[in-house]
């Protein structure tokens, strides 16, 4: 019988959350970059700016002046993907051509009035604010029996699409349950009724236990690079204790959570001292649809860089047409933010 | 009962290839954008380059040399992301651990000899050689029985990932069936086995009849954007023969393909006056695993611009979190494809 080296052969590893499989191919950094360079965003940005919509006081695209707020700020997107009045009507032909009319709210929401800032830079407290509305609106939101599922997010940086510095995410909530989170309930689902456990108690006790992933812990969040991820420097933020939405956290929660995203995206920023590009975001539970005892609250960060400040990863050709591919180990990954300080390198510049 | 208006109303569409479902904004294009705005990649390269490792006479990083090359010219990759001599072997830590070694060969293939071109730029007969090189090849790597699936596709322009601008694409050979491959053939076996006939068939009858997706049309091939297009400006060329696999192209067919290709590409370089970036790659039937009466060939174009050369569709946060979501419709993109001259506009530029 042969050895399994995940150090250094080409393998595949399987998402547990999506049964979708990621192929990992340990020997390829060795490849010469002769592609893109990203550009790095300057970083030397006002504490307020004039011309921001998410600034205090300032005007934005639908007429309405932004209050003189103090810490974080919620409004509805004034470009909104999805709307609220979208009536139920769909198409189908022959199961060939087939669409359906999708409602939603989408919101916007400022993390700081400080146009400056990023999260690793606001302090636990600011956070912990933030995650405060964000469970508020969880909750505002959920009372809308049409509203099937709410996604919290925020693409950080140019290079995500992001199209204002200004610290921000946004809330997605709609009428129907996306793909991913289909999928994730059906593998939850599944475990959850042969095991009575969640699938992510399980796999968060295997990860202690093994110790080889596990980027950062306090006494309620584990902060980890998933076995089977496909950005160079994924990770995950799983709850120890097990609920299925925002909905459940308690005070003492909330701040261990803003604390692990602090030490989190702090490490990010360390790790190529710069503002650490990402899209972040919570999955949990659809609402307004039963119990959902398997789901089990969890937060992912898909970053793109992948050797520099400036050289990311392309998830094109093979990618898109095959299989998410990637080049190095989740678990030296892990071990270099690991080894990160939690300290922000610019204190240290300064 | 309330109207279904494809053209304002955001809506989802299912993708029958693969049982997912895009969510579709038509009214966010008023969106102002203040985001990221690519650079254009310079467009004067010479006609051979004594750096770029894919001209003809050039040394490789492996240390070989290129031959003296007049048409296309096929070659293992220096930096294969999967190898011929992983050992079989894998992982299984109650199912939460799972691994599995992949073997696999990586080939790259020049499409011309010149450094300057791209395949909208070569003659009718110059892809045809390309085309024929891919059979070759898909042909030649299917003798291998432990191979189970070909990807033969092409990363183009520096935003896709392309590392050089020699006009080239890759072939990459696996052990295993890859993702996209597994679900287009879930969903092609079970139409095939309730109808008798491809999924494929049947659909392009459909869009033939409503002639408001179709892009370009010869006697073999229909060149559309599919009603669940996720990419702004995404297409599809399918045969209109049933055939699993570019095995079965015959002379006809063969120069058929190369037009529908350059026909596509012109548009493409057209419709921003720029060379349009894209991945694009052909999915058919997995090798040495039975007959797939079920697969229909086709070839996926995953182009990312969406407003002009400059500004892109960005598939970040809600998108990578929740869905695939776009903001013009299949619809207004094939319009304009359709509409758009099939001379490159460099030509009318000299
Ligand atoms: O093989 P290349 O051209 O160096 O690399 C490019 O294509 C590959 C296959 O789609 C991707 O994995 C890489 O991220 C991309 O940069
Ligand atoms: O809503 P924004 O910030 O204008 O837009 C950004 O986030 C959205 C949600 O992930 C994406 O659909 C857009 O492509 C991206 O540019």
Redesign the interface.
Known sequence: ????D?DS??????N?LTG??V???P??T???????VEDVTADNRPEYDPKCYLCPGNDR?DGDVNPDYKESFVFKND?????ED??????N????????????ICKVISFSPKHNLTLPELSVSEITAVVDLWQKEFNSLSENEWIK?I?I???KG???????PHPHG?I?SQS?V????VKETERQKNYYAVHRESLLS??LK?ELKKNERIVYENEHFVVLVP?WAVWPYETMIISKRQVNSIKYFNGVEKAALADAIKMLTIKYDNLFETSFPY???M?QAPVNGGDHPEWHWHM?F?PPLLRSATVKK?M???E??????R?ITPEFAANRLKELSTEHYKLKLT
Request: hydrophobic letters at 40%.
């Open positions: 019988s042969t050895t399994f995940l052969n080409p393998h595949r590893r399987l547990i979708e499989w192929l990992v191919s020997h390829r060795k490849r010469p970059w002769q592609g893109k695209a470009f909104s993907a999805l709307l979208t009536p139920a009507a769909g198409m032909d022959d199961g060939l051509l087939v669409a359906q009319n999708e409602r939603g599922y996604q997010f925020e693409n140019e290079i995500m699409g992001c199209s204002n946004q997605w129907e996306p793909m991913e989170i399980a796999y295997i076995f899209s972040a975001g999955h992912h898909y392309f094109v050709g093979y898109m047409l095959a299989n998410p591919q080049d």
